[in-house]
């Protein structure tokens, strides 16, 4: 499977951007697809999950109630809407499918357990 994220760009606080991830060879209704993002100097982290059937989803603390993912089997991507956004969202994103494809948890989202990369797009967040 091919992952290419799009959608980053240049908001000020207290806005919105909306990231999609084109998903390509494979169904995108076989996969999980999670959402990570590495902000300069830190360790990659787990933002937003949604599970192959599309009625799971994970999202870490500090994006509940701001962050909301979402897919489109029919078009083969997955979109993560970012409203309120924070300085502190900056960061490279990046989307990711599990070595296992239908792998999905509620609790946890470790960037060990993807295998599958696409590049990243850049999201800046000016105060």
């Known amino acids: 499977v091919q992952l290419q994220a799009s959608g980053g760009g240049l908001v000020q606080a207290g806005g919105s951007l909306s990231l999609s991830c084109a998903v390509s060879?494979?169904?995108?209704?076989?996969?999980?697809i999670a959402w990570f993002r590495q902000a300069a100097g830190k360790e990659r982290e787990g933002v937003s999950s949604i599970n192959h059937i599309g009625d799971r989803t994970y999202y870490a603390e500090s994006v509940k109630g701001r962050f909301t993912i979402s897919k489109d089997n029919a078009k083969n991507a997955v979109y993560l809407q970012m409203n309120n956004l924070k300085v502190e969202d900056t960061a490279l994103y990046y989307c990711?499918?599990?070595?296992?494809?239908?792998?999905?948890?509620?609790?946890?989202?470790?960037?060990?357990?993807?295998?599958?990369w696409g590049r990243g797009t850049l999201v800046t967040v000016s105060s």
């Open positions: 990711a499918a599990p070595k296992l494809p239908t792998y999905h948890s509620r609790y946890v989202l470790s960037p060990a357990d993807f295998g599958s």
């Open positions: 060879g494979s169904s995108l209704d076989r996969y999980t």
